[in-house]
């Protein structure tokens, strides 16, 4: 798919949500602690539109999805081994939730907010600094891999923790979506575990949102009803990965 | 003659400031302008009353802006005031780019105003000139700020006796016409336009001895420079004079970007120890008699502590510098005045002065800050390191970069700080260092964000 096309209907499948925003549910803090917000539920589909199923996701790669805004990039990475459960984590001002688990037959599938809980490194059609890092590649940020790597200060984050903090000066865990498998194996952004920078990102980055998205009123357009998922290595140019 | 309302009232102003400056001297009254001026200088600073326990920071570069948004952000009801002499903020990281033209000049050029605005704390333009740690005074040229805590972050100031022997001509000759150009600001431009405009000849870069502000960055410069020259076909030579035995980092990357990329354009001379300079002869001669003739340089001496910290009574020798801050090395609070912080270049630990470094600093101490406002007591316990992470590129265009990253453990026999986890990226050929060169300015983007 070409990268046009992709942004174009990324676009085009949030104006929906933003001539109804009914559908915008807010933050909610669950009784038990958990910092989470619902967004709109949007299927991971491909770049032809079609639904990707769990099944199919190659093992140890990153993909990109644009969520829950138009211009968020998230990272969706079906990992060798089963998860974690039940993690708990601390945001950067001490709030503490937990990370459930993966998703899929074997609870290897994860999706993270690709935005870098540092300085907001993330990926763009340009370039990619952060990326899971897979088993058998080495690393700077970390003693071993099959991690998650932001390469542009050097912060790990565990892929089958919750994006919990391993290394560099990263505060907090990268921001969790929240996925569902459906019973016909396809795959489901619901929400938004944990602390993410959503606002300071939109804050960081005026320019850029000019340049791939239109700009910032565009760029902040809920995404709703699919999220179009490329590979990163089609998402952007060049990945950059110490 | 006839007078327009206009230049009616401007005659007006003019008459009345000569009548107030003619009856000032009718009644040889110098006293009273002076007790004006004082009353100025004595009366709160033009900002609004602390609504909360009041943080004031002295100094807006990594340690001081990081500061500021961290404390603010870790507890909002702390009133947080950040002063800086300068109206803008320039960077020393990425600054030898800017200097050689690779980058442009508003990429370390920033907005001081932005990051009080999306800090949410004040920011004060003005020059602290007197401490009272009694009172918890800060008096400045607008007036005066009282604090409930304070924190000094200064940064450097260079230390040119080891040449000048007090030799206060010689110093500024040099500070004016050879500018060290690692205290971002005029410095920089100097420095820019001494590349912009150069014909050829020797350009001398000294690296100095004790630990200096930015390790990499004569070394790093050195290299651009010396790209610089051979892009544009420039006849000429960087000398680099270097007071350390050997290259102080990234020894294997710098050593083969001179012997591969600029043999004919670098002589690194190692252990020199300068012993005249003369302006205006441009000449130096060091140690072992050498004599060194240069068509410009930019001299890089030794660096201490800000002066303030002297002004504040909180200033003592380190095993590296001058006047570095008398401080309890895991709090950052100076001995005797937990009330104090000093912190960024000034601290007297051998950690690396750079902005990363002074960046993850900046939000550990800040905790700390909020936690000690809270009645919390500090300790080694609170500690945690900082973490180093910098880039120097070797080459402009492309660009391209070598990397080191480190944190710092506390040595319990040694009673002091060495590296930890460090490592480094030193392949400035073929994909890595370009690689390295992308990220040298993703990193250089990512401060900019965290500062504001």
Redesign the interface.
């Given at each position: 798919m070409e990268r046009r096309s992709f942004l174009k209907v990324m676009a085009a499948g949030a104006t929906i949500v933003a001539v109804n925003p009914s559908l915008i549910r807010g933050t909610l803090y669950a009784d038990d602690g958990r910092l989470y917000s619902a967004y709109e539920k949007a299927q991971i589909v491909d770049g032809a539109g079609n639904p990707i199923k769990a099944s199919s996701l190659e093992k140890e790669v990153t993909y990109i999805f644009n969520y829950p805004y138009a211009s968020t990039p998230s990272m969706l990475i079906n990992l060798p081994e089963p998860t974690q459960q039940e993690v708990a984590l601390k945001s950067e001002a001490g709030e503490e939730y937990v990370w459930k688990s993966g998703v899929g037959k074997e609870r290897t599938i994860v999706a993270y907010s690709a935005i870098c809980a540092h300085q907001l490194t993330h990926p763009t059609p340009n370039d990619s600094f952060i990326k899971y890092v897979p088993k058998a590649t080495p690393t700077m940020a970390y003693s071993k891999s099959g991690i998650i790597v932001c390469s542009s200060h050097l912060s790990a984050y565990d892929a089958s923790a919750g994006a919990k903090v391993l290394g560099g000066a990263a505060s907090q865990p990268l921001a969790a979506v929240v996925l569902e498998v459906a019973a016909d194996d396809t795959i489901w952004a619901v929400g938004v575990l944990g602390s993410d920078k959503f606002q300071d990102y939109f804050k960081a980055f005026k320019p850029e949102f000019k340049e791939f998205f239109g700009g910032p009123a565009q760029a902040k357009q809920l995404v709703s009803l699919s999220a179009k998922t490329v590979k990163l290595t089609e998402y952007s140019k060049e990945i950059i990965q110490y | 003659m006839a007078l327009s309302r206009r230049d009616a009232m401007k005659f007006t102003g003019l008459a009345a400031v000569t009548a107030a400056a003619s009856s000032g001297y009718a009644a040889g009254n110098e006293g009273g302008a002076k007790a004006a001026t004082q009353s100025i200088l004595l009366s709160p600073a033009p900002i609004p009353a602390a609504k909360g326990p009041r943080v004031v920071i002295v100094g807006a570069g990594p340690s001081g802006l990081t500061i500021a948004k961290y404390v603010k952000?870790?507890n909002p009801k702390v009133d947080v005031v950040l002063m800086d002499k300068r109206s803008v903020f320039m960077s020393g990281f990425i600054s030898n780019l800017v200097a050689t033209g690779v980058l442009p000049l508003d990429f370390i050029t920033h907005d001081f105003l932005e990051g009080a605005r999306?800090g949410n704390y004040t920011f004060l333009q003005a020059t602290a000139h007197e401490i009272d740690r009694t009172s918890k005074t800060v008096y400045t040229n607008e007036g005066i700020v009282k604090y409930d805590v304070l924190v000094l972050a200064p940064g450097i100031d260079y230390d040119y006796s080891k040449w000048t022997k007090g030799d206060v001509e010689l110093e500024t000759a040099l500070r004016t016409k050879f500018p060290g150009a690692f205290i971002a600001g005029s410095e920089t431009l100097t420095l820019k336009s001494k590349i912009e405009n150069m014909e050829g000849g020797v350009f001398v870069q000294t690296v100095p001895g004790g630990n200096y502000r930015c390790l990499p960055g004569p070394y790093e410069r050195s290299c651009l420079i010396a790209d610089y020259m051979k892009r544009n076909k420039i006849k000429g030579k960087v000398v680099i004079l270097d007071e350390n035995p050997n290259i102080t980092i990234k020894a294997d990357g710098f050593h083969s970007a001179f012997e591969k990329l600029y043999k004919d354009y670098i002589t690194y001379m190692p252990s020199t120890t300068i012993t005249s300079i003369d302006p205006n002869k441009q000449k130096i001669v060091t140690e072992l008699g050498e004599e060194i003739d240069f068509t410009d340089a930019a001299l890089y001496s030794r660096v201490r502590g800000n002066k303030l910290l002297e002004i504040a009574g909180v200033a003592k020798d380190s095993v590296f510098n001058k006047g570095e801050a008398n401080i309890d090395p895991f709090t950052y609070q100076v001995i005797g005045d937990k009330n104090v912080f000093c912190t960024g270049d000034v601290r007297p630990m051998g950690f690396s002065k750079s902005a990363?470094t002074a960046?993850?600093e900046g939000?550990i101490v800040a905790k700390n800050i909020v936690k000690y406002l809270a009645g919390e007591e500090l300790s080694q316990k609170t500690w945690s390191s900082p973490?180093t992470?910098c880039y120097s590129a070797v080459a402009g265009d492309p660009m391209r970069a070598i990397?080191v990253?480190a944190e710092y453990a506390y040595d319990e026999t040694k009673k002091s700080f060495g590296f930890a986890?460090a490592?480094t990226?030193e392949k400035w050929d073929g994909a890595d260092g370009l690689?390295g060169g992308?990220?040298l300015v993703?990193?250089g983007k990512?401060?900019y964000?965290?500062f504001f």
């Open positions: - | 952000k870790a999306n990363n960046n993850t939000k973490l992470v990397s990253h986890n490592g990226m690689a992308k990220g993703e990193w990512g401060l964000r965290d």
